[in-house]
Every structure is written in structure tokens, then in C-alpha cells.
């Protein structure tokens, strides 16, 4: 296999924005996220974070690579807050993830209080 003797491994077709801050900066999330797809494509396994999470996420939706999203989703319920909620139930409505959408579901209904006092409800549109 060419890929493990190569020094890089390019992959095309990804957008450039998923790895800019809103500076347009590239952010260091790129190297992240390569090595931690390989990590788990050669490994079976990897180190996550919310953020990483919700990269390999949008990626692993992209490509098809459902054990990686099962993965990530199952993370994502793990670490689930009032705090991240609607960062997270955004994902998994843009990124069809079935049960972490219910999951976050769940989560509304017993932290209904909390999460309609936050701001970031208040912006929703009516």
C-alpha cells in the first residue's frame, strides 16, 4: 500500500474552511484531524476531544466511514451540556447522526429550563 510508506498522504476534496479559524487563519486542527483519521483507519481507534469529535463527525458523514461516526457521536452523547447543546444538536441534524439527534432530543426535555434561559435560545428565530 502506497499510503504507509509515503511521508504524505493527500487528501483533495476536503474544504479548505473546515480548517480556518474565523480569522482565516489555518488552524493547527488540520494536522489533528489528518493524523486522527489515519489513527483510526490504521488503528481502529483514536483520542477525541468536542472539537476533533465534531470534525471527524462532518467527515466521517462525508465518506461514508460509518463505524468513525458511531464513534463520534457516541462521544459526542458522552459529553453533552447545556453548554455545547446546540452545537451539538446542529451537527447532528446537518450530519444526520439519528442518535445523537435523539440524544440531544432527551437531553432538551430534562434540562428545558437551563437550556431556554441561555442566550443562545433567545437568537433562535420564531
Do not use: W
Request: glycine share 2%; with cysteine.
Amino acid at each position: 500500500m502506497y499510503e504507509s510508506h509515503a511521508q504524505v498522504i493527500e487528501i483533495s476534496d476536503i474544504k479548505a474552511s473546515i480548517f480556518k479559524g474565523k480569522d482565516g487563519i489555518l488552524l493547527v486542527k488540520f494536522n489533528i484531524l489528518s493524523i486522527a483519521f489515519l489513527q483510526y483507519v490504521y488503528k481502529g481507534q483514536v483520542i477525541l476531544n468536542e472539537d476533533l469529535a465534531m470534525s471527524l463527525l462532518e467527515f466521517s458523514e462525508k465518506y461514508l466511514i460509518d463505524e468513525l461516526k458511531e464513534v463520534c457521536e457516541n462521544f459526542l452523547k458522552r459529553t453533552l451540556t447545556v453548554e455545547n447543546f446546540f452545537k451539538i444538536f446542529e451537527a447532528a441534524c446537518v450530519y444526520e447522526a439519528d442518535s445523537l439527534k435523539i440524544r440531544t432530543l432527551l437531553f432538551f426535555k430534562a434540562s428545558l429550563k437551563e437550556i431556554t434561559h441561555r442566550k443562545e435560545f433567545e437568537d433562535l428565530p420564531k
